[in-house]
Structures are given as C-alpha cells and as structure tokens.
C-alpha cells in the first residue's frame, strides 16, 4: 500500500500567518492527490484536487503544489474559520489511503 | 441541491451483519463515482470503498472480502453491506460524491455510526 506521510502533525499559528503542511507519497502517485478539511464532528471538505486543483468555492488563500512524491498544501493568511484538520488522500493505486492529519491549532 | 444522506448504522454484535444505506439527490450515482470513508473516534479517515460510474468496484484491504458496495439506480443509492463485522470496524462511516479526478470527493453526508460491541 502506499504510505502517506503528513508532517507536522500539529501546528500553531495566529491570524494572519501562512501555514505549510507537507503529504510525502511513499512511492510516485502523480498528481492523484486531494487535500481536505475536517472541523470536530463534521464531515471532511474538499479543498484541493488534482494535487493542486482548487475546488469550487474555497477561498484562494488555500493552494496545493507538488514535487515528485511530496505534495504541498499552503494556507496564506490564516483566517479564525481554518482552525482544522488537513488530510491527504492519493487516489492513484488502490487501495486509496489518507495521510495521518495535521491539526493546526490556535496559537 | 446535491445531497447524499447515510442511514443504516447502529449496534451490532461482532461477527454480525449490517447494511449501510446513501440516498443521493440532485444527481445520478450512476454518472459519478462514489466513495465511503470512515473515522474511527479520535482517528483519523479510512478510506473504505468506491464503486465507479462503470461498475467497478475496490476496497481497503481492510475490509474485503467482507464489505460490498453496490448502487441501485431506480432509487438513486449507494449501499455497504458490510459482514463478519469486527470490533475495529467500529467508526462513523461517511458517503460521498466523487468528483474530477480521484480521489476528490465533493459532497459528503453526515456519516452514519457503527458500533460494533459485545
């Protein structure tokens, strides 16, 4: 199965800062990547897919990039409504697997 | 409006049975691809299963073999019938749209809970 792994796992930041989370693929996964948002007790929300597709109706303060097998989803000032947890998904080999989440929290 | 709605879930002995209902509304499951996904508490998402617009069908290694996946058009829903459950398969189960290209999946339910306890 390929691995995905999120660093960090959490991360504090404030109002106003960019905030980088990584996704590493274990093995090449082109661009079969999507990053979601999950807030406690709610759903997850696409964010980002074709690893850097943003999807309709999310603000463009939210970008996806990627280089080889490491993916890269990079919130720029951060606004009181994206306190969450980020996932990474690879949908190239089955079986899909998500990474472990990055929570980032209020600093 | 686009919607998917999941039913089914509950209290379930282990090595039982259950089947996992996802109504869907405002488009046809079978022109999109659709996908379960679970969260066991204070875990983070597995990805379950998804079944194509073509019929085709995969799972997580952790479930098959035991999980099936299946769509009945005429009432526009996605099903999980899930067998030999296991106390690890406890979790809330989430159905949702596939949208693009995989795995993005843009409309998500609510999640229906398993419990799955002696």
């Known amino acids: 199965d390929i691995r995905m792994t999120q660093s960090p796992p959490s991360v504090s930041a404030s109002a106003g800062d960019t905030v980088t989370i990584t996704c590493r693929a274990s093995?090449?996964?082109?661009?079969?990547l999507a990053w979601y948002q999950q807030k406690p007790g709610k759903a997850p929300k696409l964010l980002i897919y074709g690893a850097s597709s943003l999807q309709s109706g999310v603000p463009s303060r939210f970008s996806g990039s990627a280089s080889g097998t490491e993916f890269t989803l990079t919130i720029s000032s951060l606004q009181p409504e994206d306190f969450a947890t980020y996932y990474c998904?690879?949908?190239?080999?089955?079986?899909?697997?998500f990474g472990q989440g990055t929570r980032v929290e209020i600093k | 409006e686009v919607q998917v709605v999941e039913s089914g879930g509950g209290l379930i002995q282990p090595g039982g049975s259950l089947r996992l209902s996802c109504a869907a509304s405002g488009f046809s499951v079978s022109t999109n691809y659709m996908t379960w996904v679970r969260q066991a508490p204070g875990k983070w998402l597995e990805w379950v299963s998804v079944l194509y617009a073509r019929g085709n069908t995969a799972y997580a290694d952790t479930v098959k073999g035991r999980f099936t996946i299946s769509r009945d058009i005429f009432k526009n829903t996605v099903y999980l019938q899930m067998s030999s459950l296991r106390v690890e398969d406890t979790a809330i189960y989430y159905c949702?749209?596939?949208?693009?290209?995989?795995?993005?999946?843009?409309?998500w339910g609510e999640g229906t809970l398993v419990t799955v306890s002696s």
């Open positions: 949702a749209r596939g949208v693009g290209s995989p795995p993005g999946a843009d409309f």
């Open positions: 998904q690879q949908g190239d080999i089955f079986p899909w697997t």
């Open positions: 093995q090449p996964i082109s661009t079969w």
